[in-house]
């Protein structure tokens, strides 16, 4: 295959993976919607490696949409982030094996801090989804490297769910332009607010 071919087919089975997720989601999605929207505290997306950085973006789309949200390192919360979590609060737990050790040794405290726990991953049946009260399930059928390694399917699909989360609640709680201006003062999307009179000098 010549470059142009190999770029097309890992785009390709990212597409598709994004319509697999699509066509499998389920009540559980719902509930988890409702539960974020009826949420009290924050929302605190879990994770470390890839999984981390989806849940870092995540946490920073969900906050500028109007839901308050942050992101929090596994291997930091057992050393004391835990602490930023508070009862509460709902904790989104991201794992595509749902086996990963550094987020399964903070469930412990999380319970007796009382949080509620939905877990985003892609087997049901792992310990982290069993250990959740709603688990939401991203399942890809491999992924885009050919060496079926890279996270590239599985963290685009958990991605996409995350966004589809977090617009949706958006347009539940009536978000508008004013309020993005308010939390979008800087950049180019803070000019574009301000010529339109969103945001007030």
């Known amino acids: 295959m010549n470059i142009t071919e190999m770029l ?12 697999e997720v699509k066509s499998s989601i389920d009540d559980a999605y719902v509930q988890a919607v409702e539960k974020i929207f009826h949420c009290r505290g924050k929302v605190i ?31 930091e919360a057992v050393h004391g982030d835990l ?7 709902i904790v989104i737990a991201i ?8 987020v399964l040794d903070t469930l412990p405290s999380i319970k007796m801090i009382g949080s509620t726990i939905i877990s985003i991953t892609g087997n049901n049946d792992s310990t982290l989804a069993k250990s959740s ?4 399930e ?14 590239t399917n599985s963290s685009t699909a958990t991605l996409v769910v995350g966004d589809a989360m977090a617009i949706t609640l958006s347009q539940m709680k009536g978000f508008q332009k004013e309020d993005f201006g308010l939390f979008h ?9 301000l010529e339109a009179g969103l945001i007030k000098e």
């Open 45 to 75: 997306f879990l994770g470390v490696g890839k999984s981390g950085h989806i849940g870092k973006k995540l946490a920073a789309s969900f906050a500028s949409t109007g839901t308050p949200a942050f992101f929090v390192h596994a291997t």
């Open 95 to 102: 794992s595509n094996s749902g086996e990963t050790k550094e």
């Open 8 to 19: 097309n087919k890992v785009m390709d089975s990212e597409i598709n993976s994004i319509l």
């Open 185 to 193: 003062p800087g950049g180019s999307l803070g000019k574009q607010l």
């Open 83 to 89: 602490g930023m979590i508070e009862k509460d609060d």
């Open 138 to 151: 991203v399942q890809v059928n491999g992924e885009a490297d050919p060496l079926n390694l890279a996270p």
């Open 133 to 136: 009260e709603i688990s939401l």
